[in-house]
C-alpha cells in the first residue's frame, strides 16, 4: 500500500518561496512508470495540477506556473519537493501530493496524500 503524506509551513508571507516535501512509503519514486504530481485547490475552486516528476526524475510543469514552479527529489528518503517561488495571496490553496499510476495519463491518481492547508499572509 503506497502512502503519500506532505510537510511543509502552513504560512507562507507574500513574495516568498513556498516549500512543501511529499515523503512516498510502500512504494519507491523511482520505480518505472511511476509519476508523482504536486496539485492545489484553492478556496471555492477546484483542483489545479501543478506539475508531475516522474520516475526518472525528469519534470513537467502546468504552463501558468511554469515560471515560479519546481519539483526535485531525494531519492534516499523517497521523497519530492514543490517550491513556488514568489507567491501571493492567490496561492492560498490545500496542497496535495499524488501518484499516477503505471500507464494512465496525468489527470488519474491512485494514492493522494491527505493535503496541507497553506495560507499566504502577511
Known amino acids: 500500500q503506497v502512502q503519500l503524506q506532505e510537510s511543509g509551513p502552513g504560512l507562507v508571507k507574500p513574495s516568498q518561496t513556498l516549500s512543501l516535501t511529499c515523503t512516498v512509503s510502500?512504494?519507491?519514486?523511482?520505480?518505472?512508470?511511476?509519476?508523482w504530481s504536486w496539485i492545489r485547490q484553492p478556496p471555492g475552486k477546484g483542483l489545479e495540477w501543478m506539475g508531475v516528476?516522474?520516475?526518472?526524475?525528469?519534470?513537467t510543469y502546468m504552463p501558468s506556473l511554469k515560471s515560479r514552479t519546481s519539483i526535485s527529489r531525494d531519492t534516499s528518503k523517497n521523497q519530492f519537493t514543490l517550491q513556488l517561488t514568489s507567491v501571493t495571496p492567490e496561492d492560498t490553496a490545500v496542497y496535495y501530493c499524488a501518484r499516477v499510476p503505471p500507464n494512465y495519463g496525468l489527470g488519474t491518481y491512485d494514492y493522494w496524500g491527505q493535503g496541507t492547508q497553506v495560507t499566504v499572509s502577511s
Open positions: 516528476i516522474a520516475y526518472s526524475g525528469s519534470t
Open positions: 510502500g512504494g519507491s519514486i523511482t520505480t518505472y512508470a511511476n509519476y
